[in-house]
């Protein structure tokens, strides 16, 4: 927590010190203010650490000594075009006080131009959709000047690159449930013949147990037809052989991701420089309840025997996702419960907007809900962003809490009595 709020500080003053055309005037701030209405078309100066010090000419402020920054001021002609094709005014807004508005245009205290309202706008209701943040509004110029960049949501080809451990398998156990079903197979097929029902029903016994041991293993039923063929002895699950059984580790939220079939390269630190091709031939279905994860069963091409069994390896499976709407890794801000982006809607409007994400992949995010192909949002100096974000919601929570407490009753004082004068004496 206490992590946390430092954090948030130091994003907030470095919001102060970079935005501090857009810092809010706060009301009620003691100091030397030099401001003379709204200075024509004059240009501003302003303290980036003390907002409240507005001045006509580039001197120092009068509380640290800094020098004051001019302030870039929006002029009617952008305003006219900011505001074309966008639909009706409502009202337009105070830059930095949400809860001030007005039906004309007007400026601000440091003479910043207030932000046209339109029909259907997602400041019209004035809800923070994203808790903790609020709009930022910032001019294509200072944009480029603090390094904002964005990018456009796109589809693209994405693949899952799944890295496990895993070990070439000494397992002794399968071993045998394979050489328990191959001999269960051929007593069924010697005695089918047989005129004692009981007898066949036996051997059909003996094999259907033979094949749910292999079932739990992962083993479908194509591939305990081919592990029957004679030329198959399974002898490489005990002893070094041409083909090696690896066995692969993967957490529960890959196992949708990994299917058999998939090719996959082996590596082990025993023999650097060399890496070996495998192919996915079964998954066991069953948890691990200990390590939250499933076993692969991997077959390797092991011609000169270099893999042993019991040996450890590394193993990369690359899992296809197919064409998916997807942004860069560095677009998204995650909360924890809830994940979003800055998405650009032009003339310097950055909206935080909540998104839902699926899986990471090539330095992408799978989108599965709230951007659609073509929007663009941010994704470069996004810590500042979110500084500012963070500094807006938090300046229109006071400017609300403030209006709510102007709005309560003020409670009437009771009357006393004075004291005559004759009670007196």
């Not at 007005?102 to 400026?107: L, W």
């Not at 082996?266 to 996915?280: D, W």
């Not at 691990?288 to 390797?300: D, G, H, P, Q, Y």
């Not at 677009?331 to 924890?336: C, E, I, V």
């Amino acid at each position: 927590m206490e992590k946390n709020r430092k954090r948030l500080l130091i994003g907030c003053f470095m919001a102060l010190v970079l935005f501090a055309p857009f810092a809010f005037f706060a009301t009620g701030c003691k100091g030397k203010v030099h401001q003379s209405g709204r200075h024509g078309g004059k240009a501003l100066y302003q303290c980036a650490m003390h907002p409240q010090i507005v001045s006509d000419k580039p001197e120092n402020c009068p509380i640290c000594g800094m020098r004051l920054m001019r302030v870039d001021q929006p002029s009617s002609a952008t305003a006219k075009k900011a505001s074309k094709g966008k639909g009706k005014i409502l009202y337009y807004q105070h830059p930095m006080r949400p809860d001030i508005t007005s039906p004309t245009p007007a400026k601000d205290e440091m003479g910043m131009d207030y932000i046209p309202v339109y029909e259907g706008d997602n400041r019209e209701s004035g809800a923070i959709t994203i808790p903790g943040h609020g709009e930022v509004n910032i001019s294509p110029e200072r944009q480029q000047l603090i390094g904002v960049k964005t990018t456009t949501a796109q589809r693209i080809l994405l693949n899952v690159t799944i890295r496990a451990v895993g070990r070439v398998a000494y397992d002794p156990e399968l071993y045998n449930f394979l050489s328990e079903y191959k001999q269960a197979v051929a007593a069924e097929e010697r005695i089918k013949e047989s005129p004692l029902p009981q007898v066949r029903e036996r051997a059909e016994a003996l094999i259907r147990s033979s094949e749910l041991k292999l079932r739990q293993l992962g083993l479908t039923e194509d591939q305990m037809k081919e592990l029957l063929k004679a030329d198959q002895a399974n002898s490489n699950l005990l002893l070094p052989s041409d083909k090696a059984w690896v066995y692969g580790e993967i957490y529960e939220y890959e196992m949708k991701l990994v299917k058999p079939g998939q090719k996959a390269q082996i590596t082990t630190p025993a023999l650097p420089g060399m890496t070996f091709e495998g192919k996915i031939i079964a998954i066991d279905p069953i948890l691990n309840a200990m390590s939250r994860t499933l076993k692969v069963r991997i077959e390797v091409i092991n011609q000169d025997k270099s893999l042993t069994p019991e040996m450890f390896v590394d193993v990369v499976i690359e899992a296809p996702l197919g064409e998916k709407l997807a942004i860069p890794e560095d677009a998204l801000f995650d909360m924890g419960d809830k994940q979003f982006v800055f998405i650009d809607q032009g003339e310097g409007r950055l909206v935080p907007t909540e998104i839902k994400v699926g899986h990471e992949a090539d330095g992408y995010y799978e989108i599965l809900e709230g951007l659609t192909e073509g929007e663009k949002v941010v994704n470069s100096a996004n810590f500042l962003i979110d500084s500012e974000s963070r500094f807006r919601a938090a300046a229109k929570g006071f400017g609300g809490a403030k209006k709510q407490e102007q709005n309560q009753p003020v409670p009437l004082k009771k009357e006393t009595s004075q004291p005559k004068a004759s009670d007196q004496h």
